[in-house]
């Protein structure tokens, strides 16, 4: 149930795509399933500046979910406000083609000066190709800046490979996250172990600024497997120590919880 205050965000005109329905107690469902209590949701690009189904997310267990919202230079200081005190903790930016385009630095910095009084942190969105563009920004950013789905690099390609590279430099920052989701999209239509070298190299060189993540409802992904994701994890971080810090520790200090 939407409440009054949410009537100030509007549908966008335009859609950049028409993802399937994904309803909210769905993800419960599956969030049951695997024993997690606490989760954040991400707005999806299809929702443009219009809130309210990720409000509506996190007021359902709003001591046990955050949000992470889609934020532009011209976002209102209302917006913001009403976003912060309803559990929003970050902000997001796309920069991947095929919504629109790539990276842009003048933009992120913007953003960033609307959201540094706020304590969030900014998760980008960018295609592989892109990442070793984002160097001087990440390096001068005043924010914890996230990099999201592993940086979309291609596991055909190797650990050798630039983009990869310049991902394991991005996280050297100490105020530089990523976040070990899109396993699917990294493999493409490779084996999904495939990914595993890639996830490792990142926990071995952040291992306190890395974060799991479904990426549910797999938007444009040919064959979504939660199941097989989550079963990954078990190679990934083999001990309770390990699976402790990627799946409690680390998101409860990201987040806020």
Known sequence: MFT?????FLFPRRLPFKPPLAPVHALESLWRRFGIERGVFVQGSAYGQDHRA????????????RGVALVRPDTSDAMLEQLQ??????????????????????????VVRRIEPLGWHLELHVDAADLERL??????????????????????????????????????????????SGGDRVAK?????????????????????????????????DQ??????????????????????????NPACLYGF
């Open 85 to 110: 005190v309803n559990g929003v903790c970050g902000a997001r930016m796309n920069f991947v083609r095929h919504l629109g385009h790539g990276f842009d630095e003048v933009e992120c910095w913007e």
């Open 224 to 249: 979504p497997q939660d199941e097989a994701l989550f079963k990954l994890l078990a190679e990934i971080a083999p001990d309770d120590a390990s699976r402790a810090q990627l799946l409690v520790d």
């Open 189 to 221: 239509r490779s084996v999904l172990k495939n990914t595993i070298p890639f996830v490792r190299a990142l926990i071995e060189a952040a291992p306190e600024r890395v974060a799991w993540g479904t990426d549910w409802p797999h938007v444009n992904c």
């Open 54 to 65: 990720l409000l509506d997310a996190i007021s359902r267990a709003p001591r046990n979910r």
């Open 4 to 8: 009054d205050r949410s009537k100030s």
């Open 135 to 180: 160097q001087k920004f990440v390096q001068g950013s005043s924010v914890q800046i996230v990099i999201d789905h592993m940086g979309r690099v291609d596991a055909a390609f190797g650990l050798d490979q630039a983009p990869f590279q310049a991902l394991l430099d991005l996280v050297s920052y100490s105020h530089c996250w990523v976040k070990l």
